[in-house]
């Protein structure tokens, strides 16, 4: 069972890339990571999947190192509408069920 | 258009009123779940089902059934609501159950008075 370890929160301005880091030191051989977005009120939304090195996609980058112990989702140049709730997952337990942690609450400023 | 529609978006009940809130999904797929997400606790699985007629019980199943009888639904069952069972809704699907994103739909705030 990995679990993930993830900033309570971030702040950050419009215009900054921002990186969120999270930790999965028992990430298993065969486990992909995904990250999601969740609005207040609404479900999340996935962002980003990734099982190594790095893998771009038209809203965000995910860097993977190669002992996969941890990750990094970058969002380039933010904005007001990126402030949310952003959660990262790794793999499944043995009964097929996701962890979802408290996530990291990112708030852009003016 | 690709998507996870629940009904209803705003419900309020009594406590021991049957309801149904009702799943849909249109990609196929054959992974569904619902969750509950409560102030401070995070996003908890009720159930979920790998495919048609295989369901099976997540974090806190209690107080919830569920059913499958044709791949596109999920219907999440509440036969005795209580106040505690007061939450925001999801229900999700996904291609497969393993390391495939999920899709979540807009969500259920049920309040159980």
């Known amino acids: 069972l990995a679990k993930t370890t993830q900033p309570i929160s971030m702040d950050s301005y419009e215009g900054q890339e921002v990186n969120i880091t999270c930790s999965h030191n028992n990430i298993a051989t065969n486990d992909y990571i995904t990250w999601y977005q969740q609005f207040p009120s609404q479900g999340p939304r996935f962002i980003i999947q990734?099982?190594?090195?790095?893998v771009t996609n038209e809203v965000a980058s995910l860097f993977i190192p190669a002992d996969r112990k941890s990750s990094t989702l970058s969002l380039p140049r933010v904005s007001l509408s990126d402030t949310a709730v952003y959660y990262c997952?790794?793999?499944?337990?043995?009964?097929?069920?996701?962890?979802w942690g408290a996530g990291t609450k990112l708030i852009i400023k003016p | 258009e690709a998507q996870v529609t629940q009904n209803p978006r705003y419900l309020i009940t009594v406590t021991g009123k049957k309801l149904t809130v009702t799943c849909s999904q249109n990609?196929?797929?054959?992974?569904m779940s619902w969750y509950r997400q409560d102030p401070g606790l995070g996003l908890r699985q009720i159930y979920y089902?790998?495919?048609?007629?295989?369901?099976d019980k997540g974090d806190v199943p209690e107080g919830y059934k569920v059913s499958r009888k044709e791949k596109r639904n999920f219907p999440l069952i509440l036969e005795s609501p209580s106040p505690n069972q007061t939450s925001l809704y999801f229900c999700?699907?996904?291609?497969?159950?393993?390391?495939?994103?999920?899709?979540f739909g807009n969500g259920t705030r049920l309040t159980v008075t």
């Open positions: 990734g099982y190594k090195t790095k």
């Open positions: 997952l790794v793999g499944e337990d043995s009964n097929y069920q996701l962890i």
């Open positions: 999700a699907s996904s291609l497969s159950s393993y390391n495939s994103p999920l899709h």
């Open positions: 089902s790998m495919n048609v007629e295989a369901t």
């Open positions: 990609m196929n797929h054959e992974y």
